[in-house]
Nanobody, 123 residues
């Protein structure tokens, strides 16, 4: 049974930082591209960042470029999202997702999804 479990969300002030983690189990992690998406209240789920299976290729939404960094540790079966210079508009539920043999794609064509972690940024 595949599980993706996000953690690290919380409430921080604008300008602060958070690091999200997504621990995977039940799959051969090193063969999956991983993505981060977010969904704000009243809005559709949107792409944030992605990393390919080997960790050598990343992609970011324009809104987070230069502020967020996606990385992975295949030995720990974990993907991370380091978020700096946070803004109130970053407030959302953040989801990680896994795509078998996929590239670091911004499209929500992922095979597995986590339950999400809430990130709230106060102004």
């Amino acid at each position: 049974q595949v599980q993706l479990v996000e953690s690290g969300g919380g409430l921080v002030q604008a300008g602060g930082s958070l690091r999200l983690s997504c621990a995977a189990s039940g799959l051969t992690f090193s063969t999956y591209a991983m993505g981060w998406f977010r969904q704000a209240p009243g809005k559709e789920r949107a792409f944030v960042a992605a990393i390919n299976s080997g960790g050598g290729t990343t992609d970011y939404a324009d809104s987070v470029k230069g502020r967020f960094t996606v990385s992975r540790d295949n030995a720990r079966k974990t993907v991370y999202l380091q978020m700096n210079s946070l803004k109130p508009e970053d407030t959302a539920v953040y989801y990680c997702a896994a795509k078998l043999w996929g590239a670091a794609t911004p499209y929500p064509t992922y095979d597995y999804w986590g339950q999400g972690t809430q990130v709230t940024i106060s102004s």
